[in-house]
Nanobody, 120 residues
Framework: QVQLVESGGGLVQAGGSLRLSCAASGRTFSTYAMGWFRQAPGKEREFVAARRWSVGSTKYADSVKGRFTISKDNAKNTVYLQMNSLKPEDTAVYYC?????????????WGQGTQVTVSS
């Protein structure tokens, strides 16, 4: 079983930065695919970024390309989402997710989410 705990959300002005963390426990995720998703009020959850560590493949949603970066610290079993040049439309609850198969096809494990609010 894998437990994921997000942190790092908060209130920031447009143009600012935040770094979200996703601490994993239960198993190491060195070969997992890890993803970040978000859900804004009244909207469906959407994909933000993902990385397949085993093959070195990274994907970003078009809306965050060039502004967000996914990374990890194996020693801390933690995945990060560095968010720069934040916009009000980035306001959402952000979730990290893990796919043990490493393919990024099905995320079996989800964190509880962390709120990001970007003021204009």
């Amino acid at each position: 079983q894998v437990q994921l705990v997000e942190s790092g959300g908060g209130l920031v002005q447009a143009g600012g930065s935040l770094r979200l963390s996703c601490a994993a426990s239960g198993r190491t995720f060195s070969t997992y695919a890890m993803g970040w998703f978000r859900q804004a009020p009244g909207k469906e959850r959407e994909f933000v970024a993902a990385r397949r560590w085993s093959v070195g493949s990274t994907k970003y949603a078009d809306s965050v390309k060039g502004r967000f970066t996914i990374s990890k610290d194996n020693a801390k079993n933690t995945v990060y989402l560095q968010m720069n040049s934040l916009k009000p439309e980035d306001t959402a609850v952000y979730y990290c997710a893990a796919d043990p198969s490493g393919t990024g096809a099905v995320y079996n494990y989800w964190g509880q989410g962390t709120q990001v609010t970007v003021s204009s």
